[in-house]
């Protein structure tokens, strides 16, 4: 089976640390499956009055690339013990207008990095509190936070911690493994 896993990203930083963890999962694709990046940084804020008119030419191809997946990937740093506004503002794009949530039954992994010890935990259970309104069946084992991650990547952006490469191979393989069983 050739599936579409859709990785999205909470910062928008150009070094962001996440970015990278993004691109070593794109790298390490399983077999019959592509990740690609949704981006989330050129969406106009979100306002309810766009659902009943014309709404910013970017939420189109948005909700239309996220119903094109079969399953999404969260890659999220922490602002403020949060989720990014940035990342918020995609998934109330994303979740609109009523009735037409191009979320709805995507399974997700939810992955937070930190540059501190607590590795992101409070914005992961906060996306984790939207996934589950979303409808988004979630990987709850193994759990991924990713701690100092400003250690983890060499001077050209590559991953170049041995172990955290396992436990994101390992991760994304119980993902997938999880979105074959809820399609099954
Ligand atoms: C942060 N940072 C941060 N870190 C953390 O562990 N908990 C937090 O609550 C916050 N809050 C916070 C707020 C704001 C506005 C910024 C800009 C930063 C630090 C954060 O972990 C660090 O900047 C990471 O490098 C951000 O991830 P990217 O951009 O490297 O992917």
């Known amino acids: 089976a050739n599936k579409k896993i859709g990785v999205v990203v909470g910062s928008l930083r150009k070094e962001s640390f996440n970015k990278k963890i993004a691109n ?17 940084g050129h969406l106009a804020l979100y306002n309810q009055d766009y659902d009943e008119g014309d709404s910013p030419a970017s939420y189109h ?11 999404v990937i969260f890659v999220t740093p922490e602002y403020n013990r949060s989720v990014p506004g940035v990342l918020k503002n995609a998934i109330d794009v994303g979740s609109r207008p009523y009735g037409k949530n191009s979320w709805d039954g995507k399974p997700a992994l939810v992955i937070s990095s930190s540059i501190g010890n607590i590795s992101g935990f409070g914005a992961n259970h906060h996306l ?40 994101l191979r390992n991760a994304l393989r119980s993902f997938v493994d999880f979105m074959e069983k809820l399609s099954a």
């Open 24 to 40: 070593f999962l794109i790298e390490n694709a399983p077999d019959g499956y592509n990740l690609e990046l949704i981006e989330i």
């Open 61 to 71: 191809p948005f909700r239309e690339q996220i119903k094109s997946v079969d399953g």
């Open 128 to 167: 984790r509190q939207s996934l589950v309104f979303l409808n988004m069946p979630t990987l709850q084992q193994p759990e991924v936070y990713i701690p100092n991650c400003q250690e983890l990547f060499d001077d050209q952006g590559k991953l170049n911690n041995a172990d955290t490469a396992d436990f």
